[in-house]
């Protein structure tokens, strides 16, 4: 018996031909018709859009059949496009949604749905749960309403949507590209074989900027990475940066909301370096004023940030959709999580790796200050703060004993330190005396616990780190 469709944090991803499969693609398209349908009456449009993956062309072609044999419009992409171009685009049409095929920085073998709803942020838990229960029921009644692509054509019910120049015209409206362009810098981008292919060279291009593009080309298996921009994945480019004399290196996932940067000198920014610079870079360069929005995995510079800036700071659970509606009602000028996505006031609430690789290169330019200078004042503001995180696999059986022993005897004390708080919204984190802190996260989809830690030192992170580790050992 096939796997029920699952969508977790953000979508559903699944292993192509296994359980991504055409018909279960239909289903959740079928999933999205009927929630839209139960919205009431009226007339529906969705965006659809797909990365570079193996046939994801052809599984959005597959769910634009689905939701044009349910009456509603599709406006569906002719190329590969960026999950945050995807998102703009539902704003720019006024469209009632979005469905994007992707699996992000999953590996090739994988692809995904996501759903977005019409601010462009990714669907509320609520939304998911009616989708996901729809498209299951879809599976086993059979109750799929399709129409021909070449018909649904013909009828005007899809129609192909080149959103690219009123993505980078909202753009400029963010940023003075025209400007930024006047600059004479080298930018070395990793697209990682991705939806973000071409994005910051055609945005760039006709200026001083020289852009250096490596792993430029669809290739749906990845090869030699992962489309993840973490230090792990980036080796190449971060030589590519030092053998062009670059300064700065950017790299974007498989969908392109997220971005990973490398400095002048080669070395990888972690997620946290560059979340607290993106904030330092819109208070103190731009002056702007609004409150940060930060997951529990998200850096503590924040809230000594808002405190230097006078500016709230919320935070929340894990995924992106937590962010986004606190965001939208406090009007933040900045939502961002430890995985590298950034979204900002003014554009979408949803991640975009563009718009944050951009505000980057404005705030080089504006300063004169390298990505190294610029980090290094960052912590003469708000000490020195490293990071790490370790992901350990195991078993749901052991993860069970993991959480009930947890639960039962919350530690008092870590590494010898006072624990002074302890937030169980979202794992077990564990805020110590001296400001560092410990998380221990368990996924709720598959036997893992990550485990992150944020210090003065990266000794310290290390130690941490490995207090975690003998915290999970049952």
């Not at 973490?230 to 498989?254: E, M």
């Amino acid at each position: 018996m096939p796997a029920k469709i699952k969508f977790g944090t953000d979508g559903w991803r699944a292993v192509i031909a296994e359980d991504f499969t055409f018909a279960n693609v239909r289903a959740c398209a079928q999933g999205v018709a009927d929630y839209l349908t139960d919205a009431g009456p009226g007339k529906r449009s969705i965006v659809v859009g797909y990365d570079t993956r193996f046939a994801s062309e052809d599984f959005a072609a597959a769910a634009a059949e689905v939701l044009a044999g349910n009456g509603i419009r599709v406006f569906l992409f002719p190329k590969p496009t960026p999950t945050p171009v995807t998102s703009y685009t539902v704003t720019a049409l006024k469209a009632d949604g979005a469905i994007m095929i992707t699996a992000s920085h999953n590996p090739g073998n994988y692809n995904g749905f996501k759903y977005k709803v019409a601010s462009g942020s990714s669907a509320p838990t609520e939304v998911i749960s009616q989708i996901e229960k729809s498209a299951n029921a879809a599976v086993d009644k059979g109750t799929i309403r399709r129409l021909d692509l070449g018909e649904a054509l013909k009828k005007k019910l899809v129609t192909y949507h080149d959103p690219y120049h009123a993505y980078a015209r909202q753009l400029n409206h963010l940023i003075n590209i025209e400007a930024l362009k006047k600059n004479k810098l080298k930018i070395v981008v990793d697209s990682m074989f991705g939806a973000g292919i071409g994005y910051f060279k055609s945005l760039l291009e006709g200026g001083q900027i020289e852009i250096h593009e490596i792993n430029r080309v669809r290739n749906p298996l990845f090869p030699g990475i992962q489309p993840e921009p973490i230090s792990k994945n980036l080796s190449k480019l971060a030589r590519q940066v030092i053998r062009n004399n670059a300064s700065v290196g950017f790299a974007t996932d498989g969908d392109a909301d997220r971005i990973g940067i490398i400095d002048e000198n080669g070395r990888f920014m972690t997620t946290q370096e560059v979340f607290a610079l993106l904030a330092m870079y819109l208070l103190d360069i731009r002056k702007e004023r609004g409150p940060l929005v930060k997951t529990l995995t998200s850096t503590d510079m924040l809230f000594t940030i808002g405190e230097i800036y006078n500016v709230p700071v919320f935070e929340t659970t894990v995924g992106f959709k937590y962010v986004a509606p606190i965001m939208i009602k406090e009007k933040a000028l900045l939502g961002g999580e430890e995985s590298g996505g950034y979204g900002f006031r003014g554009h979408i609430p949803e991640r975009d790796g563009m718009l944050a690789g951009l505000y980057f290169i404005d705030y080089i330019v504006r300063t004169g200050k390298s990505p190294s200078q610029l980090l290094a004042n960052l912590f003469k503001k708000v000490g020195p703060h490293h990071y790490d995180r370790l992901d350990i696999h195991t078993t749901d059986e052991i993860k069970q004993q993991m959480l009930a022993k947890m639960s039962a005897e919350p530690a008092a004390k870590i590494g010898g330190q006072k624990v002074v708080k302890l937030d169980t919204r979202d794992g077990f984190r564990y805020k110590l005396e001296d400001g560092s802190w410990l998380l221990l996260r368990f996924s709720g989809t598959e036997p893992l616990v990550r485990i992150y830690a944020e210090c003065g030192s990266m000794e310290e992170v290390q130690k941490l780190i490995q207090y975690g580790q003998e915290m999970v050992e049952v």
